[in-house]
């Protein structure tokens, strides 16, 4: 399964950037999706995650420090999933990475020492003071 990242890109302090991640069509519904970062020198660490189709609406989870400022959806009609990331400073830059799995749930996917099925290779943030 491929996962392709894109919207990394260079910006400002305070400003936006939208990242897509692109799955297979035929299962991506049954996904669960995270997104996770990696900074230069430090490990890679969760950052949201959403739930699989649901009839009730998708769950979400959120690391503290975006909470407020980014947020994860999915259109599982474009089998596509977003990270909208506002207000970013510059301790956001770093490697974005998407992952999936049909395992788990959007709440373990924050779990330390999860291991996730599916990652992509990642896209660049980079945000300027």
């Known amino acids: 399964v491929e996962l392709v990242e894109s919207g990394g890109g260079s910006v400002q302090a305070g400003g936006s950037l939208r990242l897509s991640c692109v799955a297979p069509g035929r299962i991506f519904r049954s996904f669960v999706m995270g997104w996770f970062r990696q900074a230069p020198g430090k490990e890679r660490e969760f950052v949201a995650a959403i739930s699989s189709a649901g009839g009730g609406g998708f769950s979400t989870n959120y690391a503290d420090f975006v909470k407020g400022r980014f947020t994860v959806s999915r259109d599982n009609a474009k089998n596509t999933m977003y990270l909208q990331m506002d207000s970013l400073k510059p301790e956001d830059t770093a490697v974005y990475y998407c992952?999936?799995?049909?395992?788990?749930?959007?709440?373990?996917?924050?779990?330390?020492?999860?291991?996730?099925?599916?990652w992509g290779q990642g896209t660049q943030v980079t945000v300027s003071s």
């Open positions: 992952a999936a799995d049909l395992f788990q749930t959007a709440q373990t996917m924050s779990n330390p020492g999860r291991k996730l099925r599916y």
